[in-house]
């Protein structure tokens, strides 16, 4: 069976993600947060365990990594964090990354749409520009979630997949 490292598992897009893992595949979790014992409710003991932990403590997030197939970082801002992670994934063997990252990292949105999302974001997406470039220069196999505008509506799970690497 598999176990998915889920790092920022107390946050939004995590608290979608989560149950929809246990609904749909039988994974094991490890759900990985700073105070995580107090902010994350286990619906599913047998299949998830709890992590508390920051991404700059590099004994736990290395403990975390044990016996992990894949990652899912819930948020992509912090150039250290993603450094740290990175190297705990290398040292733990650890190939497979899933990153949320934020639309326009790729400059992939054009016309008035992407003019208004860089202007309304600009500092998120250089940030991110940043932490993303040290996922692709690393030799992990990597995905990077460009996440548009996100709203609360349950149900709604629409998506588009697109090929960076493509013309």
């Not at 902010?39 to 920051?54: A, F, L, Y």
């Not at 500092?123 to 979630?145: C, E, M, N």
Request: hydrophobic share 40%.
């Amino acid at each position: 069976m598999k176990t998915v490292l889920i790092l920022g598992a107390a946050g939004q897009i995590s608290s979608y993600l989560i149950p929809a893992l246990l609904q749909q595949t039988d994974f094991n979790l490890k759900l990985y947060a700073r105070n995580a014992n107090n902010r994350i409710k286990v619906t599913d003991p047998s299949r998830e365990t709890v992590i508390d932990g920051d991404f700059n403590d590099k004994d736990t997030l290395n403990q975390a990594m044990d016996g992990v197939d894949a990652v899912y970082l819930n948020e992509m801002r912090d150039l250290d964090s993603v450094k740290n992670i990175v190297a705990a994934m290398d040292a733990n063997h650890v190939r497979q990354f899933i990153g949320a990252t934020v639309l326009g990292i790729e400059d992939e949105v054009k016309g008035a749409f992407g003019q208004w999302n860089t202007s309304m974001i600009e500092s998120s997406i250089t940030k991110r520009i940043k932490t993303a470039k040290v996922i692709k220069d690393s030799d992990l196999t990597y995905t990077l979630l460009r996440l548009a505008w996100l709203y609360n509506k349950d149900g709604n799970t629409n998506y588009e997949l697109t090929d960076s690497d493509q013309p």
